[in-house]
């Protein structure tokens, strides 16, 4: 079983239009991540959650908006889609107790081709 | 703040050579630190770790060591294969829930 799964893989679609991309996680982790890859791989923290809460949110245009319905799992939905947002998003998660290293756990990557 | 930088890309080595990428980091306090490596088309992958100062991490034949004194995470191994290919991204996370990661460095190794 895949313990970090995002859907879907792949994704093209044409400016202006509205998206969404799913992740759930098995590890029974509490903080879960959306992080942006762009061309040349720099990874950028867009938000994290933790036990459904929004505790990170970088300067994202909101046009992006998270959505934590329980613990396992954290949606991106992205409104009016522009062609900056093609990038590969990658979902994560966490597990952040006291003593735990917080190691992340990635999903494969949605990679996401506005046109 | 809290950031990391790692050596630029890309390096190319040949088969069996010696391989160092470096990383030094700031961030408040004694943060846990990481090497993820992102093989093409997947996703990032915990190659190593260490949570304290003068920890090495090691895990197919890479390691790291620590260095609070530099600040530094730097990545090594003593032979690499081809199968090494891949984008290794240096990380730090301090207690909060905040990983940072550098901006990946592309090693290609030639038979």
């Known amino acids: 079983d895949t313990a970090v799964s995002q859907t879907p893989k792949y994704l093209v679609t044409q400016m202006g239009n509205d998206k969404s991309i799913k992740c759930e996680q098995n590890?029974?982790?509490?903080?879960m991540y959306w992080y942006k890859q762009d061309s040349k791989k720099f990874l950028k923290i867009m938000f994290s959650?933790?036990?459904?809460?929004?505790?990170i949110n970088e300067t994202v245009p909101n046009r992006f908006s998270p959505k934590s319905p329980d613990k396992a799992h954290l949606n991106l939905h992205i409104n009016s889609l522009e062609l900056g947002d093609s990038a590969v998003y990658f979902c994560?998660?966490?597990?952040?107790?006291?003593?735990?290293?917080?190691?992340?756990?990635f999903g494969e990557g949605s990679r996401l081709t506005v046109l | 703040g809290n950031s990391v930088t790692q050596m630029e890309g890309p390096v190319t080595l040949s088969e069996e050579a010696f391989l160092t990428i470096n990383c030094t980091y700031t961030a408040t306090g004694y943060p846990s630190l990481f090497w993820y490596v992102q093989y093409p088309g997947e996703g990032l992958q915990l190659l190593l770790k260490a949570t304290k100062a003068d920890d090495k991490g090691s895990n197919k034949g890479f390691e790291a060591t620590y260095r609070k004194e530099t600040t530094s995470f730097h990545l090594e191994k003593g032979s690499v294969q081809v199968s090494d290919s891949a984008v290794y991204f240096c990380?730090?996370?301090?207690?909060?829930?905040?990983?940072?990661f550098g901006a990946g460095t592309r090693l290609t190794v030639k038979p």
């Open positions: 994560a998660s966490s597990l952040n107790v006291a003593g735990d290293t917080g190691e992340l756990f």
């Open positions: 590890l029974g982790h509490d903080t």
């Open positions: 990380a730090r996370k301090p207690n909060n829930n905040d990983m940072r």
């Open positions: 959650y933790n036990n459904k809460e929004l505790i």
